[in-house]
């Protein structure tokens, strides 16, 4: 018999499961920690015998739930319906599973996008059900509003410790890099590249203008395992860079160009939409927690993720 805490990980390969591995694997992991990266090829969360299967496999005694349906701005918009119903099924699985495996603790996923579209700022904690998210991510914002429900109802009702965090816009290494349905960053890097090596111009989509907190991957995989041993809330926390640290996608593209080294023509295609101007996030919580807290610099980020996905051009999801 083991006394180790053992840690499953759902949506283990995706890009914050396989940023929790990287930083596990350099540098963090604790001898009585034992931790299991599960993926779709494994079990399919959708599926509740699959799920309770996985569970009695792996006797998880806590879970960081990733898996879900994700897109980027044109993803979320014409996958409304599928979105709002898969991870809907996901996370009830999920979390359902994690109770009757008297899981000790679940650290599920939020996003900032989930928040109200009329909303003071910087966002904070307490206004996630203040009032309907964008238009451009309805489905997915519920689902994912959902979570926290479930997380305080079964506290009430058990005094399950289910809890979670709300990332900005995440990127790096092992992203989903396809223009249709990944997120921003990860389509400028597959463009940028694209643009360079085939002497085109670079398409940005909308007008550059709206404003983002991108957040490296490796500082929410930190993050989220200090979430895992340290956090004892059942409210949701922001894993946020500073306010001042917001930038425009424009900016965001000059440094995807300088990262790659594109001398051509950049473009701002305004046949595309912009979707959400802002959804500006207040750190202000983590930093109370974690007072001393650093990010790393978005330039340098930028240049591991460039540098990571030249090197795994083939094998990357684009
Ligand atoms: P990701 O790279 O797409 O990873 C998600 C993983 O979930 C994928 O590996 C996917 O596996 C898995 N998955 C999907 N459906 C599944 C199913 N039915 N059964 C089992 N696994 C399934 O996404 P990510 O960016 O790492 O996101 C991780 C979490 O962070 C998500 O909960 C997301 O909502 C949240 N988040 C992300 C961002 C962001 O900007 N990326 C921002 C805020 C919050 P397959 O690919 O094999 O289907
Ligand atoms: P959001 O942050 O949830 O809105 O989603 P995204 O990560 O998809 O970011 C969308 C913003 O980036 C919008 O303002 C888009 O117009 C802009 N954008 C510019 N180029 C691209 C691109 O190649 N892919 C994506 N997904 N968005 C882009």
Redesign the pocket.
Known sequence: MTSKNVILVTGGEGLVGSAIKFVLDNGETRTEEEWVFTSSKECDLTKLTDTNKLFEKVKPTHVIHLAAKI??????LENSLQYFRTNIIINDNVLAVSHNFGVKKVVSCL?T?IFPDRVSYPIDEKMIHDGPP?D??FGYSYAKRMIDVLNKCYNKTYGDIFTSVVPT?VFGPHDNFN?E????????I??AFCAKRDNTDF????????L?QFLYSRDLARLMIWVLRSYEEIEPIIISVNVEDEIS?KE??EIVVKAIGFKGNVIY?TN??????R?TASNRKLKTYLPNLKFTQFEDAIKETVDWYMKHFEEARK
């Open positions: 897109g980027g701005l044109y993803g979320n996003s996008c964008h451009s991510n816009n223009v349905n990944g997120h921003v960053l990860g389509g400028l597959h463009k398409v940005v989509w909308g007008t550059g203008s709206p983002r996608i965001a593209a295609d595309k939409l912009d979707g959400q101007f959804k």
